[in-house]
């Protein structure tokens, strides 16, 4: 059987033309599909711009349909969530992009870490631990570690976040060890309410090494010291911690009187704050030098007359209120009407105020319970901020 040639010069232009046609048709689908994806993207980018949340999530709903493949959208689709507050919604597309067998490993631990952030946001902080567990040895590891140690603090497992602050000491460019003082204090504390002095005692030790600067282990050292009965010791240890806190002596000062008066060390202390005090004059130290004055009897200063002193270096409601206390009035039946309302004006003026948030409170605290940022509070009043 003869093979005609004709056939296949009449079939090499037929098959040319089909090849072209078919991939037009393929061009013309990828063309459609990218451009519909990306124009959902900016759409989505654009009610993003503008604040308009709901429109933004629908939006990029729209690209992750047009292009399931697409991890960037899946991202910005679940932090969006997240910031919404639709926590489970968002926990849905990370633990999607988490199951997926085609993402690469950084995207792998970056889908982690957003999963994370969903539990800690969604207050479910064992599930957040156990996802922040998982970045251990990877880019997120240190992210994860901060993430951690604010999770423990909420959940006041001091224990674990001094190993955490341990382990950030050690690695991260600044410092942890005030943290960790502070961690070891509230562990002391427990142990203090259970009376286990000694064990007590050996951590706030321990604080007192890590941040020989924090005046809180100091503090508390001699608080535990003078509930074990050893009022001497205490005296002692608030003594050097006024040599070695200094922005803490209004905080160390009025424990200081208490404790000078209860171990017979009352000239020595009063000397010593009213050196202080003429450096560098405040509210509390001015108390506790009034404190120590009224239980000396041969004073040259009365205590009254301190306040009038104090108001002469600068002008204080406090001071003057207790001044006019002890002050006869010409009308001296009105005095304890006016007596009753400066101490209630002075009252604001008492509180200590968070720098951090201006959360205000008539304790010192070292955690500030508005937002939870450490040291925030400075040893003085509101008045002399």
Known sequence: MEFDLSWILLGLPLAFVLGWMASRLDLRQIRLENHQAPKAYFKGLN?????????????????????????????????????????????????????????????????????????????????????????????????????????????????????????????????????????????????????????????????????????????????????????????????EALVSTPAAIPLIAQPLATLALRCGRTQETLQQLQTLYASKPCLDLLDAVVTLTNACADQPVSARDWYARHLEKEPSLVAASKWIAGEKLEHEHFHPQVQRALDHATQPLLRYRCAACGFEATHHFWQCPGCQTWDSYPALRVEEL
């Open 47 to 239: 009610y993003l711009l503008n604040e308009q949340q709901d429109q933004a999530i629908d939006a990029f709903i729209e690209a992750v349909q047009n292009d399931p493949d697409t991890s960037e959208l899946h991202f910005a689709l679940g932090n969006l969530f997240r910031r919404r507050g639709e926590y489970e919604r968002a926990v849905r597309v990370h633990e999607h992009l988490l199951s997926r067998g085609d993402i690469n490993q950084a995207d792998r631990n970056r889908a982690q870490h957003a999963l994370a952030l969903d539990y800690l946001k969604a207050g479910l902080l064992d599930r957040a631990e156990a996802a922040l567990l998982k970045l251990e040895g990877t880019p997120f590891e240190a992210q994860a570690r901060l993430a951690l140690l604010a999770n423990y603090e909420r959940s006041r497992d001091w224990a674990l976040a001094a190993q955490v602050a341990e382990k950030l000491d050690r690695v991260e460019p600044g410092s942890f060890s005030t943290r960790l003082a502070h961690y070891l204090c509230e562990q002391s504390a427990t142990l203090a309410a259970q009376e286990q002095w000694a064990q007590a005692g050996e951590l706030l030790q321990k604080a007192i090494q890590k941040a020989p600067d924090a005046a809180r282990a100091r503090l508390d050292l001699a608080q535990l010291q003078e509930k074990m009965g050893l009022f001497p010791l205490a005296w002692q240890t608030l003594t």
